[in-house]
């Protein structure tokens, strides 16, 4: 009898180089995404004009992330509506928006945090994977997902919500500066047309029949 290959077991050097793509991705969310809540920090003391000290002694009295941006809704509704005229006549509603895109990233940014990752072949290849057959709904949302990329897709949007908040937060400073556009990220998605349906155009057209 031919003697049968032995299984191999991969080093910690082969495991490290598997893991070490998930690990880049994921510390770069978290970066991302602490920079972008800092930021938010900025534009919370720009718009309620409180002196920086105290509005930022406020805010990370909360430790929350999501209650710090609820904080920041809230200063946003409650400021007076003269402010938002002539050259802020849209600061309200793109900072709204802001929060809005902030508040939907923010669950892929927490599946990235709290989802358990490990190791698997797919192809002869080991790729991390969540683990999501424990039931951790934060891995179950990851699931059939190339992790790596979703990560990386969320530090970009990340990033990009940063910058806007960094340019909003210098025009409400400073009178001068003129409001930012508003990046793609922010803008809201193309309403989908109602596709036709054959059988129930007929029903209509038979509706509009004499008797």
Known sequence: MAEQPSATVPGDEEFGAAFAPYIVAAGEVVNAW???????????????????DMATAIWHSVRSDAAQRDMLKAAITETELDKWTGRLSSAKE???MLLKVANKLSETRNDAIHAPVALAVDNGKLVPFPVYFHGNPRAKNLKDKDIVAEFQRLRNGAFTLREFAEKTETSLNHASYPWPDRPPLLEPPPKKTQTSNPARQARKEQRRLPP
């Open 34 to 52: 602490n920079k972008l809540q800092k930021q938010l920090s900025l534009v919370f003391v720009a718009v309620t004009g409180m002196p920086k």
């Open 94 to 96: 793109d900072l709204e």
